[in-house]
């Protein structure tokens, strides 16, 4: 068996976890992963026969039965993962009866997955009915972000539009939009159904007044589209305190939308 802590999947979630806390987006236990393995890959580094135990959830993942997961720990703060990753990560699999998770590896100090794993695994459900591709679901707390959602309105076209018209990434990063909810209260069933739902119209779904979540096919997707909208709600909200007098104009964004061929959310101009 080679060394899990080697593992590429490891070391870039570890990595990764340390950048965002360093970003200043997860204070304290802010903020969760998770990663869906490749079952062959998990099985150079595991005995996957070997359960360490049983951990009970309520809600129904049957359609993620016999898949591999890597998840934050509840209660974990994301900068000292990288100190001791065995005691803030573990590795689960989803038992066939869809309401147990196996542990493989991890959660050392009898600790268990985060709060969130409701809306992270309806979201990897509802993720790989459009996307055979998709592994990852990440949430945090970026700073600007937040603010914006205190400062702008929540109306995800209005949202989405000014994240377009503050630099020229955005739209091309994100031409299908983010989706927002209102505020409501996490950790929850509810909050998972309203998450998974939203994330299938785009891979990025903003909570008020508390944080984001952000897809992808691996790491660096789901961790680039976060930080993009991160970097343009950051510039509003520096140029709206001193007065807003230019931004790109609907007419742009098209012809910027033309020039890369991307398929952008058309509606969501005037
Ligand atoms: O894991 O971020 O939303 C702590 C949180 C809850
Ligand atoms: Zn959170």
Same mark, same amino acid.
Request: glycine share 8%.
């Given at each position: 068996?080679?060394?899990? %802590?080697?593992?590429?999947?490891?070391?870039?979630?570890?990595?990764?976890?340390?950048?965002? *806390?360093?970003?200043?987006?997860?204070?304290?236990? $802010?903020?969760?992963?998770?990663? &869906?393995?490749?079952?062959?890959?998990?099985?150079?580094?595991?005995?996957?026969?070997?359960?360490?135990?049983?951990?009970?959830?309520?809600?129904?993942?049957?359609?993620?039965?016999?898949?591999?997961?890597?998840?934050?720990?509840?209660?974990?703060?994301?900068?000292?993962?990288?100190? +001791?990753?065995?005691?803030? %990560? #573990?590795?689960?699999?989803?038992?066939?009866?869809?309401?147990?998770?196996?542990?493989?590896?991890?959660?050392? +100090?009898?600790?268990?997955?985060?709060?969130?794993?409701?809306?992270?695994?309806?979201?990897?459900?509802?993720?790989?009915?459009?996307?055979?591709? /998709?592994?990852?679901?990440?949430?945090?707390?970026?700073? *600007?972000?937040?603010?914006?959602? @205190?400062? /702008?309105? &929540? +109306?995800?076209?209005?949202?989405?539009?000014?994240?377009?018209?503050?630099?020229?990434?955005?739209?091309?990063?994100?031409?299908?939009?983010?989706?927002?909810?209102?505020?409501?209260?996490?950790?929850?069933?509810?909050? #998972?159904?309203?998450?998974?739902?939203?994330?299938?119209?785009?891979? @990025?779904?903003?909570?008020?007044?508390? $944080?984001?979540? #952000?897809?992808?096919?691996?790491?660096?997707?789901?961790?680039? @589209?976060?930080?993009?909208?991160?970097?343009?709600?950051?510039? *509003?909200?520096?140029?709206?305190?001193?007065?807003?007098?230019?931004?790109?104009?609907?007419?742009?964004?098209?012809? %910027?939308?033309?020039?890369? $061929?991307?398929?952008?959310?058309?509606?969501? &101009?005037?």
């Amino acid at each position: 068996m080679k060394n899990i %802590l080697d593992a590429k999947f490891m070391t870039e979630a570890i990595r990764t976890l340390s950048n965002m *806390y360093r970003l200043g987006w997860d204070e304290r236990n $802010g903020g969760n992963l998770s990663v &869906l393995l490749d079952t062959a890959e998990v099985e150079e580094y595991l005995d996957t026969e070997n359960v360490i135990r049983e951990i009970p959830f309520s809600f129904d993942a049957t359609a993620l039965a016999g898949k591999i997961f890597l998840v934050t720990g509840t209660g974990k703060y994301f900068k000292n993962v990288e100190y +001791d990753p065995a005691a803030n %990560l #573990g590795i689960i699999r989803i038992k066939e009866c869809g309401n147990i998770a196996e542990l493989l590896w991890g959660y050392t +100090d009898g600790g268990r997955f985060t709060s969130e794993l409701p809306a992270h695994l309806m979201s990897h459900i509802a993720r790989l009915e459009c996307d055979e591709s /998709h592994r990852v679901v990440l949430h945090t707390h970026p700073t *600007y972000t937040i603010a914006m959602t @205190l400062a /702008h309105s &929540l +109306d995800e076209r209005e949202f989405t539009r000014t994240l377009w018209q503050m630099q020229t990434e955005s739209i091309v990063v994100f031409p299908e939009g983010v989706a927002v909810l209102p505020w409501m209260v996490c950790g929850t069933n509810e909050i #998972g159904v309203a998450t998974a739902e939203k994330l299938r119209g785009a891979r @990025l779904c903003v909570w008020g007044e508390h $944080g984001i979540y #952000g897809v992808g096919r691996d790491l660096d997707e789901a961790f680039g @589209l976060i930080e993009t909208v991160e970097k343009a709600a950051q510039l *509003y909200m520096i140029a709206a305190s001193v007065g807003i007098k230019n931004k790109i104009t609907d007419d742009e964004l098209r012809r %910027l939308a033309a020039t890369f $061929g991307l398929d952008y959310r058309r509606d969501y &101009l005037g």
